[in-house]
């Protein structure tokens, strides 16, 4: 039997055209279903019999998505433990001093030492470690162009599309729909700063989740019948600096942080 660590894997696998003939709205909520068990792989009419046989019973899951991050955290600071720091930060903009990295997440300091110690200025979970060490580990450090892009645009970004508008765009956008604080916050909590509308958006907040790597949020407000939308985009080189995965658990991560944020306001 198959062995299957997130309902990521299981996404994979399917077609992606969200056709509904499992019962589930989307591809992604029935990989969700089958990794929790809820419902049997073979309930995708569009599977292969030997895709089905494979993967088919019990899904083995030696831990659960937090811990599967955690367990990415301690490899990815083995591998620190083992990198030249110095190099590091030279490549990616960031400072080294006394065998301690340190650079800048959302402008609170961040910093990783030759041993994998992590400290810093605030709480930053899982889904914005893990981005931060692989951004220390392979980022290559190209200076932004001021050019915007779709993450659909980015390399390996077309596959992952839909699943990154549901689980990071569309949240953002209830948020914002909802909690009139949530701009004002990217602002005085996250370090943004507010521009010029991005394709004549309402409202752009500019975003450095990393020195390197800026993030625009553009929201337009509903309008003459018309549903409000929320978009994020990357620089041009904003793939050079940070994996796919890394781009996605980091956005993912951001919506989690700012919805629990409205849920505590009431919004």
């Not at 994979?12 to 055209?17: C, E, H, I, P, V």
């Not at 030279?90 to 301690?100: M, T, V």
């Not at 521009?195 to 309402?202: A, C, L």
């Not at 975003?207 to 993030?215: E, K, N, Y």
């Amino acid at each position: 039997m198959a062995r299957i660590n997130n309902p990521m894997e299981i996404f994979k696998l399917l077609n992606g055209s969200n056709c509904r003939e499992c019962n589930e709205k989307t591809c992604l909520a029935f990989a969700v279903a089958v990794f929790k068990e809820k419902r049997p792989i073979h309930a995708c009419p569009h599977l292969d019999k030997a895709v089905i046989d494979k993967y088919s019973g019990a899904v083995e899951k030696p831990n659960t998505i937090d811990e599967f991050k955690e367990e990415a955290i301690g490899s990815l600071k083995q591998e620190i433990a083992g990198a030249n720091l110095a190099e590091a930060a030279e490549r990616i903009g960031a400072d080294f001093s006394n065998g301690r990295l340190t650079l800048k997440v959302f402008g609170k300091e961040f910093g990783v030492d030759t041993r994998g110690n992590l400290s810093s200025d605030v709480h930053i979970n899982a889904y914005m470690v893990v981005p931060v060490l692989n951004h220390i580990l392979n980022g290559k450090g190209c200076k932004p162009k001021g050019e915007w892009i779709t993450f659909r645009e980015l390399s390996g970004g077309p596959p992952r599309y839909a699943h990154f508008q549901q689980r990071c765009e569309n949240p953002l956008k209830k948020v914002a729909d909802t909690y009139t604080d949530l701009f004002q916050d990217m602002l005085d909590i996250f370090d943004g700063k507010q521009v010029d509308g991005h394709v004549n958006s309402d409202i752009s907040i500019l975003l450095h989740p990393l020195p390197r790597f800026p993030m625009l949020v553009c929201y337009w407000k509903p309008e003459d019948g018309i549903d409000s939308s929320l978009h994020i985009y990357f620089d041009t080189v904003s793939d050079d600096n940070l994996d796919i995965e890394s781009i996605y658990t980091m956005n993912e991560g951001i919506a989690m942080m700012f919805e629990k944020i409205a849920l505590r306001h009431g919004a």
